[in-house]
């Protein structure tokens, strides 16, 4: 198993292959449907200091948060997914959720050094892991605002990296 | 004495949050079965994960699911209005114990459908199914408490089979719906929840009666011959690949027409459920 800590650097992320099993554990943030489109306009204009939010090397992880927990959306949803390449190009370095993603963003990710990451479903286990939660942006979106979360040995299996998927 | 609230609330919660000794051993024996490495890796996650939530009584998923409620009535037990208020209170006590995701939709008809009236903060506030009641034989009032998820319900089909008096057409066309439904659901492995009627409200209803007794160890010729075609597709846990797609079929048949018809409900429950919990009352 390849423990991680965030943030994750270029060259952690260039080691990384399809298959590999890994544990994350530091800061990540959280972010689905309602809210990626909404930090994609931030990062573009330049905006995500004002909220404290930092790119560069980070885990963006498709969950609400509620009172229930945390646990992975389907990142193949449109709002999801397209957010793939341009958060890449602002630093992000791996996208954390579950599904197949298509051909095209596997090919988006390649570029940019990044990676998808398929974490199961285990809300218990998750809450057992994380130890911060803060809404950053957005607060007015429920559970589907953005959220920095201090996790500790997350397991995720690499589901896309160097242009290969895990559902080839 | 324990209310009627209090022991639905405590069901409802271990429903949320408990998986059964005979889904723990399904797993365990998949595990051991299992030749993929990343299947097993999920496999493990997901039994982790269920004992981690028995321990702490927290949601084994985040999506916590529609309460379903299914009641058992003996011959000599009766059901009164009042006994049903107070089934709704212990509903509604469980989902702020456990806690549900708060996910009751406000507003009116047009609101409720468009989403566009948010959302009740209170988990409480989520209305429970209408109550399916069935009679039997013991002398008992038994509730059972299914939570439903989302996942499961997109990609569940209540469909008509043309069934050309061949059992086999007809497990042929299940196993097809639930190819495509497993293939797309992403939190596999599943269950395959299947009831087999006259109408579509009885064939959903003969679902849910398969919801409530299925067991896992107890799998009938027609439950495994799914089950194992199925896995033939090799969709695996997360959809990472492996044999085991499905863990097992709960099949209720039901009356049949006279007819070239029959009435298929098909729900590829996820990888918790179904999850439930039965409470004498």
Request: proline share 5%.
């Amino acid at each position: 198993m390849i423990e991680l800590t965030t943030p994750l650097s270029e060259e952690a992320i260039s080691q990384l292959t399809v298959g590999d099993v890994v544990t994350l554990t530091g800061y990540i943030y959280t972010g689905r449907d309602a809210v990626l489109p909404k930090v994609i306009k931030l990062a573009e204009e330049g905006r995500l200091n004002e909220y404290g939010i930092d790119l560069q090397g980070a885990v963006i992880f498709h969950t609400a948060v509620s009172p229930a927990g945390v646990g992975p959306t389907s990142s193949n949803k449109v709002e999801i997914e397209s957010s793939f390449e341009p958060l890449s190009k602002h630093g992000v370095k791996m996208h954390l959720g579950k599904g197949a993603i298509s051909k095209e963003t596997v090919k988006k990710l390649a570029e940019n050094n990044a990676v998808f990451a398929v974490i199961p479903p285990v809300t218990a286990l998750l809450e057992s892991q994380t130890i911060e939660c803060e809404v950053v942006a957005f607060p007015e979106l429920g559970m589907e605002a953005m959220n920095r979360l201090k996790v500790v040995k997350y397991q995720a299996i690499i589901g896309a990296a160097k242009g290969r998927s895990i559902y080839d | 004495m324990i209310s009627i609230q209090e022991k639905v609330a405590d069901c409802l919660v271990r429903a949320g949050s408990t998986f059964r000794e005979d889904q723990k051993d399904a797993y365990r024996k998949a595990i051991a079965l299992e030749n993929s490495e990343k299947s097993c890796w999920v496999m493990r996650q997901i039994l982790d994960n269920a004992l981690v939530a028995e321990e702490r009584r927290s949601p084994l998923c985040d999506d916590t699911g529609i309460p379903h409620l299914f009641l058992e009535v003996g011959k000599n037990r009766s059901v009164t209005g009042e006994l049903l208020e107070q089934i709704k209170e212990g509903v509604a006590l469980g989902l702020r114990q456990l806690p549900g995701r708060p996910m009751a939709i406000k507003g009116d008809d047009y609101a409720r459908i468009d989403q566009s009236g948010g959302l009740n903060e209170d988990s409480g506030a989520l209305a429970p199914s209408p109550i399916l009641i069935k009679p039997v034989d013991e002398d008992v009032l038994r509730l059972t408490v299914l939570m439903l998820g989302g996942g499961p319900a997109i990609r569940g089909i209540t469909q008509r089979v043309f069934h050309k008096h061949s059992v086999n057409v007809v497990i042929d066309e299940i196993v097809d719906r639930a190819k495509e439904g497993v293939s797309k659901l992403g939190c596999s492995p599943c269950v395959l929840a299947v009831g087999i009627g006259r109408s579509q409200f009885e064939a959903t209803s003969l679902m849910m009666e398969a919801m409530v007794y299925g067991d896992f160890s107890k799998q009938t010729d027609f439950e495994m011959r799914i089950t194992e075609k199925v896995n033939e597709a090799n969709i695996g846990p997360l959809g990472l690949g492996g044999k085991h797609s499905v863990l097992a079929t709960f099949a209720k048949i039901g009356p049949q027409r006279a007819s070239g018809v029959r009435i298929v409900a098909l729900r590829p429950c996820c990888c918790f459920e179904p999850r439930r919990a039965s409470v004498e009352l």
